[in-house]
């Protein structure tokens, strides 16, 4: 059989104008595969589809983007991450603001048997959130995981030192000054533990400064099960100061319905922990115990504490009604805390909210 020659003029340009258009839809489907595949956490079933579906939309799909340092799905980027020191002296309890919204709860001992909190907030607007309080240098360190700002009002000499020496933003004299955009007194409350801030106005005024407040990389792991065989831990007393009757003595007990621990105050008469912001109870859904020891600053007029939260030690992981153990591990001081089971596998912890409870011994930990 005889083909006919291609001597038509039309026909030869017709070719030549279906090739050309081949090699551009090709380059443009490897341009939106290298693009999509570039981005974190992007490797998904979305990237599997024929080609002609993607040819024919000229745009990747939506695709879901979750935080970092929750697991949890948002609309929107998450751009500098806010640290927060809040007070956490009896007193101040009933005023705390915006804790219920934060990914990350960090709570460690400071001077006097009371514990300071740490709240992060990677991608959230909170309105208010407080009290905010003075700085320590094992706070200073976790912070610097994520970059970022760090609000807080005072700090402790050596806390001061590692500010001036780390990346992040510190905006202890904005908070200080008596000229505040986004920082206000409560004047219904006693000072020191009446001052709030606004966190959408903070990362507005932090982009007025020339400092690069990119988020650094998180490197947590989020999964909707955890493992088999896990032991049961319904309720969990955490003793931070090593006396049962102590104000800073705290409970969480797992409220199957939400898959949530529920937080109270207190060993005999346990009061409920609520945000005053919108009245809920704080509900995180992980808690991680690190077993970090601690020691008196020595000559310390204040009696301030010591923990080195850089190297390795014990951690405990409550999540869905059960507990794990298993390590932490921090190389550096802006390195990401790293959390391994007892087999030296990653743990990934679920959506939500996440207790970070530093305590000086494992014996300080109670189950029931």
């Not at 104008?17 to 979305?46: H, I, Q, T």
């Not at 929107?76 to 804790?99: C, K, T, W």
């Not at 090593?242 to 939400?258: E, H, I, L, M, T």
């Not at 992981?317 to 390590?327: A, E, K």
Request: charged share 20%.
């Amino acid at each position: 059989m005889r083909f006919p020659r291609l001597t038509s003029p039309m026909l030869r340009s017709t070719i030549l104008w279906g090739v050309v258009l081949g090699l551009f839809l090709v380059n443009l489907y490897l341009l939106v595969v290298f693009n999509r595949s570039s981005e974190p956490g992007s490797l998904n079933e979305a990237d599997k589809q024929p080609l002609w579906r993607t040819l024919l939309s000229l745009t990747p799909p939506d695709q879901p983007r979750t935080s970092r340092l929750d697991g949890l799905p948002i609309d929107v980027p998450e751009d500098a991450v806010v640290s927060v020191m809040i007070d956490n002296f009896v007193s101040a309890r009933p005023l705390h603001s915006g804790l219920h919204q934060a990914s990350l709860i960090y709570e460690a001992l400071v001077e006097g048997g009371i514990t300071r909190l740490m709240a992060v907030f990677p991608y959230q607007e909170a309105a208010r959130v407080g009290p905010i309080r003075s700085a320590r240098d094992y706070f200073v360190s976790w912070a610097e995981e994520f970059g970022g700002i760090y609000l807080h009002e005072g700090a402790s000499p050596i806390a001061f030192a590692q500010l001036e020496q780390s990346q992040l933003l510190s905006l202890e004299e904005e908070l200080k000054g008596e000229q505040r955009r986004y920082s206000s007194r409560d004047d219904r409350y006693r000072k020191p533990h009446n001052l709030f801030a606004s966190i959408l106005q903070v990362r507005e005024e932090a982009k007025k400064t020339s400092q690069d407040l990119s988020q650094l990389y998180a490197d947590r792991c989020f999964s909707g099960v955890p493992p088999e065989g896990l032991e049961p831990a319904l309720s969990i007393g955490l003793n931070f100061s090593g006396n049962p009757s102590s104000d800073s003595y705290v409970q969480f007990r797992y409220q199957a319905q939400s898959n949530v621990y529920l937080r109270f105050y207190g060993k005999q008469s346990p009061q409920a922990h609520r945000d005053q912001l919108s009245g809920l109870l704080l509900s995180p859904a992980n808690i991680v115990v690190q077993i970090i020891p601690s020691h008196l600053i020595p000559n310390d007029e204040k009696e301030r504490l010591q923990l080195n939260p850089i190297g390795s030690g014990p951690a405990y992981y409550f999540r869905s009604g059960t507990v794990q153990t298993g390590v932490w591990s921090k190389m550096s001081r802006d390195s990401s805390t790293l959390l391994f089971d007892s087999a030296g596998e990653k743990v990934c912890l679920l959506p939500g909210q996440t207790w970070m409870a530093i305590l000086d011994d494992e014996e300080l930990i109670e189950l029931r």
